[in-house]
């Protein structure tokens, strides 16, 4: 069952969506070859805290980090700590904020210095497949038309599509119902009512879908360590634009 968020709850939710969009803009700022993940953690904790939100990741089933910094065929919830970012490393950084008991959820891929042009080119497809899945976040379509657009965009540019992670409702927790997959049937799935939330994070990878999760019990690798790419916002369906929570600016 999908809920919808009232008008105050959705003001908390733009509230947290401020917050996590000024981290990310923050700490991928500072990614640069040399800088710790740690310092990049850092760096976000005394960002939420300064902004009066609590960080969402921190403590979730035992999570022990503010945000995830998955580094090169890392996909998704790498934990910070004592590595260094090297040149040219793909760096994806997962954030959420929490206001008032409510959520906001969003992740971008940034390269530390200057990447090869095929790295640059899984950057750009993953935040395409994002912009075109919001895209679909419209009144009276259905939830696989998100899936569907973002897949069509991946798949064409001959990039793999991670399937053990998808998006998800968010609000009153980080994950809520529906799952949204970044792949599926177009015309299927849930009717698009205002006051939906959707956190969409297209996962790519350079080569296959499947993952594989390291001894730490977190951190999702490709199994066949192709490069990784991860982009998010969390998404109000509106009677008009898609709003979106978690943009910069
Ligand atoms: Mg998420």
Redesign the pocket.
């Known amino acids: 069952m999908i809920e919808l968020k009232t008008p105050q709850e959705l003001e908390w939710m733009r509230q947290a969506g401020r917050v996590v969009a000024g981290v990310l803009d923050r700490v991928a700022t500072i990614v640069k070859p040399g800088i710790t993940t740690q310092q990049l953690d850092d760096a976000a904790a005394a960002y939420i805290r300064r902004h009066g939100a609590q960080p969402a990741f921190l403590g979730y089933r035992g999570f022990p980090a503010t945000i995830c910094v998955s580094v090169n065929e890392e996909v998704v919830h790498g934990i910070p700590g004592a590595r260094r970012i090297g040149p040219g490393d793909l760096v994806s950084i997962d954030a959420g904020a929490v206001v008032s008991g409510f959520y906001a959820?969003a992740a971008v891929t940034v390269i530390a210095g200057s990447g090869s042009p095929q790295t640059k080119r899984l950057v750009d497809i993953t935040r395409r497949a994002l912009q075109e899945g919001i895209a679909q976040v419209v009144v009276g379509r259905r939830l696989h038309d998100i899936s569907y657009a973002i897949q069509r965009v991946i798949e064409q540019a001959g990039f793999g599509i991670v399937r053990d992670f998808v998006?998800?409702g968010i609000g009153r927790a980080l994950h809520e119902d529906p799952p949204i997959p970044n792949f599926g049937t177009p015309h299927t799935g849930d009717r698009l009512r205002p006051g939906m939330v959707f956190?969409i994070?297209p996962m790519v990878t350079m080569g296959g879908h499947e993952v594989d999760i390291l001894q730490d019990g977190w951190t999702a690798v490709t199994k066949d360590r192709s490069l990784a790419a991860h982009f998010?916002h969390t998404v109000v369906v509106t009677e008009d634009a898609p709003e979106i929570l978690t943009r910069v600016g």
């Open positions: 959820d998006g998800h956190a994070e998010e």
